[in-house]
């Protein structure tokens, strides 16, 4: 069974940096397109950045100039490098990949940014 984990979230203060992985597990497949999204108390899930293999990318207006998503060395790892991160992206953030046509999601990070 193919698996996405999530790991890096924690606590940082407004203007503080984060790095998030996400790793996969039980897939010799190609996962693409991969990104993250997240979902913020009370609010629906919304997107923040999503990759093709093409390159060709997809950030939130809200995260553009901020975030950046890489790819690891390992087949389908990813990260999402935050910087001056606001309160207001204060979310779970979900890793997400398609795979044979199949949307998968990780179990989800907290990230929250303090004031």
């Known amino acids: 069974q193919v698996q996405l984990v999530e790991s890096g979230g924690g606590l940082v203060q407004t203007g503080g940096s984060l790095r998030l992985s996400c790793v996969s597990s039980?897939?010799?497949?190609?996962?693409?397109?991969m990104g993250w999204y997240r979902q913020a108390p009370g609010k629906e899930r919304e997107l923040v950045v999503t990759?093709?293999?093409?390159?060709?990318?997809q950030y939130a207006d809200a995260v553009k100039g901020r975030f950046t998503m890489s790819r690891g060395n390992a087949l389908n790892t990813r990260y999402l490098q935050m910087n001056d991160l606001k309160p207001e992206d204060t979310a779970v953030y979900y890793c997400?990949?398609?795979?044979?046509?199949?949307?998968?999601w990780g179990q989800g990070t907290l990230v929250t940014v303090s004031a």
């Open positions: 039980g897939s010799r497949h190609v996962i693409d397109p």
């Open positions: 997400w990949g398609r795979i044979l046509g199949r949307d998968l």
């Open positions: 990759r093709q293999s093409t390159g060709v990318t």
